[in-house]
């Protein structure tokens, strides 16, 4: 194995990344609000940029999706426990004590196995709880002649909220999980330029060279 930069994140990755964040982040702002914790914002253009917000995440989810299947980055989402222990025990003990990170990123496997288990837990279960009763909310009116409305609508409320509050604490443990170990900088650098330091095998290594040169830095 060699240790070379390698363009592991392409543009349309990247922009899906940070724009994800900022939708998220503003509807986490506005959804707070909606449900009485601050009053920064009125409450009507809360509920519009609410709105707004969630549709556009909703566009980016599906062109995300199609995007991964095209591409075949999928790949990088199926978990594995190979490894899985070794890497859940360095992020509980091993990372206070100072322990080298266990995985080393490879060319066809840039997510470590509980980074895999956690982003395919978003995108099957979190990510469509929040899509499915937010839709639901919105659409309320169309519905609410339903046997029982009311204790739907609750129920679809409490769902929407709690999938929310687990979304708002992956994003914190992503933030604080970029503080440690190396440097904020050398994590958040890959997701700006799309290059990280990854394991290449000679074969590997000798397909970049030959037939994607631009992926790959020159020593």
């Known amino acids: 194995?060699?240790?070379?930069?390698?363009?592991?994140?392409?543009?349309?990755?990247?922009f899906w990344h940070w724009s994800q964040m900022v939708l998220i982040l503003v509807l986490l702002f506005t959804g707070l609000g909606l449900n009485g914790l601050h009053d920064i914002v009125p409450f009507?253009?809360?509920?519009?940029?609410?709105?707004?917000?969630?549709?556009?995440?909703i566009l980016l989810w599906i062109f995300a999706i199609f995007w991964h299947f095209t591409t075949g980055t999928w790949v990088h989402y199926v978990p594995t426990g190979q490894g899985l222990l070794r890497v859940a025990r360095f992020y509980v003990y091993g990372i206070f004590k100072g322990e080298k990170h266990p995985f080393r990123k490879a060319y066809w496997r840039k997510h470590n196995p509980l980074q895999a288990l956690t982003y395919l837990a978003l995108k099957l279960i979190l990510f469509p709880a929040v899509w499915i009763t937010g839709v639901l909310a919105l659409t309320y009116n169309f519905w609410e002649t339903a046997p029982e409305a009311t204790f739907w609508a609750g129920l679809v409320s409490n769902i929407h909220l709690l999938a929310a509050y687990a979304i708002a604490a992956f994003v914190i443990a992503h933030v604080y999980l970029l503080t440690v170990g190396h440097s904020f900088r050398e994590h958040v650098r890959p997701m700006i330029t799309g290059f990280d330091k990854i394991d290449l095998t000679p074969e590997e290594e000798a397909y970049l060279q030959a037939d994607e040169p631009a992926r790959i830095r020159p020593r």
Do not use: C, D, N
């Open 44 to 57: 009507g253009p809360a509920v519009m940029a609410h709105i707004v917000a969630a549709g556009l995440l």
């Open 1 to 14: 194995m060699a240790e070379r930069y390698v363009k592991v994140y392409p543009r349309f990755e990247r």
